[in-house]
């Protein structure tokens, strides 16, 4: 076994040599941070383009996959060399969306067999975007409590209502939405999961503006949608335990934070900024509270990212993540609350806006990050629900 693994190390690594762009690779790579995919998708350099091609075509946009789904059907050790590998030559497979973080590990373990090798080849090949939905203007916390209906008429179901806070559905191609098929039943009783084409007659978006003065929401209306039965997965009334396992997966992918996006790359450490606010550019801060709340941060940050590691780790051996999804969720959306809070204290005067000509790149964006950051402990559940979650199924505490 050990000496396979060698040998596809060695397979992996001169694959890698030979297929990959030298603008693909290397410290100063021209990968963007994430590629959605997508019907509206489009690319500003062509070498890119030819990498996801190349990466598609090797199945390693989604490596542990089976390959009648998209992927290369790797071992969880194949994936983790291919991984290693990758980071070695400065390089990676940029395509992500919901439809591969959430849809598809729901897909897996509810749908039908038909459903997946429609709809998972080509969430694999990037060539459909995904969006949520789920919450409603008067069904947020309280999710079950949703309303948008879906009545059944033939081999069709007909859906009138609204969804909010819905992920950029403007440029996205289908929805995965919670929809009421039985009104009389208890209200987790009787909910369906359905399955959504946004260019259907019927399907209307409106993007919503936050603070920070851009958004990815929209609120999405459905307006006599008609949808094919077979685009239901699982049993009409029982999708909200298709519901509840898509949600396992949206926190372990909000609990894996930030990809690496540009933004952050490059930027001054705390300590840094800290330094430059006080006009102390080397030696210690004078400030001792200041002192304090930087080190507190970065050794809340090392804890997180280690014990994540050791989570992932447990995954890679079988071990997927469980209810505890929720306090890495809960404990991340916080830390980085904190943290944004502090960037934002010592970017002083420069903090008090977000747009201009005279602002540079870096005070933009971390104003920018501390506005939007207000919604990290609401979305994907609120810390409240996760609280509830971490009592009940982890600590097992009762009602």
């Known amino acids: 076994m050990m000496i396979d693994l060698e040998e596809f190390r060695e397979e992996t690594r001169n694959w890698l040599d030979v297929n990959c762009p030298r603008s693909c690779c290397g410290p100063e790579n021209i990968l963007p941070d994430i590629i959605w995919g997508g019907r509206l998708q489009q690319y500003e350099h062509e070498d890119v383009r030819l990498w996801m091609d190349k990466l598609v075509a090797k199945g390693w946009t989604v490596p542990t996959w089976p390959k009648t789904y998209g992927g290369a059907g790797l071992s969880k050790d194949e994936a983790q060399i291919l991984a290693e590998e990758m980071l070695r030559k400065d390089t990676r497979s940029p395509l992500y969306s919901f439809g591969m973080s959430m849809l598809a590990p729901a897909m897996m373990e509810f749908a039908t067999e038909e459903q997946k090798l429609e709809h998972l080849p080509r969430i694999a090949r990037g060539e459909i975007r995904w969006c949520q939905g789920y919450s409603e203007p008067g069904a947020g916390s309280d999710l079950a409590s949703l309303q948008c209906r879906a009545v059944r008429d033939g081999d069709e179901y007909v859906v009138t209502g609204q969804k ?4 950029s559905a403007d440029v996205s191609d289908w929805i995965f939405c919670l929809v009421r098929t039985d009104t009389s039943a208890p209200k987790h009783e009787g909910i369906s999961f359905l399955l959504i084409d946004m260019a259907t007659p019927g ?5 919503i503006e936050l603070i920070s003065g851009a958004s990815p929401f929209c609120e999405t209306f459905f307006d006599n949608v008609r949808v094919p039965v077979i685009n239901r997965i699982y049993d009409e009334n029982k999708g909200w ?12 992918m909000l609990a894996a934070g930030n990809r690496g996006s540009r933004a ?53 051996a079988g071990n ?14 916080e ?60 600590l097992g505490l009762p009602d």
């Open 320 to 333: 997927g993540m469980g209810p505890e999804g929720s306090m890495f969720k809960l404990y991340l959306s």
């Open 241 to 252: 335990q298709v519901a509840k396992a898509l949600l396992l997966h949206e926190r372990t």
């Open 203 to 207: 399907v209307t978006t409106k993007p």
């Open 264 to 316: 952050t790359i490059g930027r001054r450490s705390l300590l840094k900024v800290a330094r430059d606010a006080m006009d102390t550019p080397v030696g210690r801060l004078p400030d001792e509270s200041l002192r304090s709340e930087i080190a507190q941060s970065e050794m809340d940050r090392l804890c997180y990212e280690a014990t994540l590691r050791k989570n992932n780790e447990a995954r890679l």
């Open 335 to 394: 830390l980085n609350q904190r943290v944004a809070d502090l960037r934002q204290r010592l970017n002083g005067a420069e903090s008090l806006v977000w747009d201009g000509e005279d602002l540079n790149e870096e005070d933009q964006a971390v104003t920018r990050e501390w506005l939007y950051g207000k919604a990290a402990t609401i979305l994907g559940g609120t810390s409240e629900v996760q609280m509830n979650i971490i009592s009940k199924r982890v």
């Open 164 to 167: 909010i806070w819905t992920s």
